[in-house]
C-alpha cells in the first residue's frame, strides 16, 4: 500500500527547533511533489510549503506564516522528506500532515495521499 | 492571497437528504479547486480535484462543478458515513489555501 508516514513531533519551547520526517512506502518522493499541511486544535486546514520533484529541481514554495523559519528538504538515500522548523512560536502549534501530490489532467498537483500526521506542541 | 469562503460552516441534515456546499473564492481559480472529506481523528480525503474530477474510489454521490470564482461540492444522497467536514481547497496561485469548512452533521 503506498502510505506516507510523519514523524519527529514533541513538545519544544517557543524559540527552539524540530526537525519533522516523512517516510514513503512504495513509492518515491524525487517523483513527486509533496506538501506539508497543518491543522491546529480545533481549527481547519493550513497549507505550509511543498517541494517538487527531482525533475523540477526539488524546488520549493511556503506560506507567508512560515517563511524563513521553516525549510523542506528531501533525502533521495533515506526516501524521506523533512520539514526543518526554526523560530517556533506558540501559534506553530498543530497536526503536521506530509501529503503526496498527483499531477491532474489540468497540470495542477493534488493532495492525494495523506499521513496520520505528528503533533507539534510549541509551549514553555 | 486568494481566501476561499465555505457557506454554510455548519448544516445539520438527514441521511437521504441532497446537500450542497459552496466554495467562493476571492478572485478567479480557473478550475483548480479540489473537495477533501475529513473525519474526525482522521486525515482529510481527495473526493474532487480539477473543480469536477471525481478521486478514484469515492462513491457517485459525489459531484462537483463551478469554475473561475464559484464552486459547489453536492452530494445526491447523504449517507451515514458522509458525515463529517468539509474542505475546499485552490491551487490556481501560492500559497494554496484551503476553505474554513463545512460541518455536516446528523439532524
Known amino acids: 500500500e503506498v502510505q506516507v508516514v510523519e514523524s519527529g513531533g514533541g513538545l519544544v519551547q517557543p524559540g527552539g527547533s524540530l526537525r519533522l520526517s516523512c517516510a514513503a512506502s512504495?513509492?518515491?518522493?524525487?517523483?513527486?511533489?509533496v506538501d506539508w499541511v497543518r491543522q491546529a486544535p480545533g481549527e481547519g486546514l493550513e497549507w505550509v510549503g511543498r517541494i517538487r520533484d527531482r525533475a523540477h529541481s526539488y524546488t520549493t514554495e511556503y506560506a507567508a506564516s512560515v517563511k524563513g523559519r521553516f525549510t523542506v528538504s528531501s533525502d533521495d538515500s533515506r526516501s524521506s522528506l523533512y520539514l526543518h522548523m526554526n523560530s517556533l512560536k506558540p501559534e506553530d502549534t498543530a497536526l503536521y500532515y506530509c501529503v503526496r501530490n498527483f499531477r491532474g489532467a489540468s497540470g495542477r498537483y493534488y493532495m492525494d495521499v495523506w499521513g496520520k500526521g505528528t503533533t507539534v506542541t510549541v509551549s514553555s | 492571497d486568494i481566501h476561499l469562503t465555505q457557506s454554510p460552516s455548519f448544516l445539520s441534515a438527514s441521511v437521504g437528504d441532497r446537500v450542497t456546499i459552496a466554495c467562493r473564492a476571492s478572485q478567479g481559480v480557473s478550475s483548480y479547486l479540489a473537495w477533501f472529506q475529513q473525519k474526525p481523528g482522521k486525515a482529510p480525503k481527495l473526493l474532487i480535484y480539477?473543480?469536477?474530477t471525481m478521486e478514484g474510489g469515492v462513491p457517485s454521490r459525489f459531484s462537483g462543478s463551478g469554475s473561475g470564482t464559484e464552486f459547489t461540492l453536492t452530494i445526491s444522497s447523504l449517507q451515514p458515513e458522509d458525515f463529517a467536514t468539509y474542505y475546499c481547497q485552490q491551487l490556481n496561485s501560492y500559497p494554496l489555501t484551503f476553505g474554513g469548512g463545512t460541518k455536516v452533521e446528523i439532524k
Open positions: 480539477d473543480a469536477s
Open positions: 512504495r513509492f518515491t518522493f524525487s517523483d513527486y511533489y
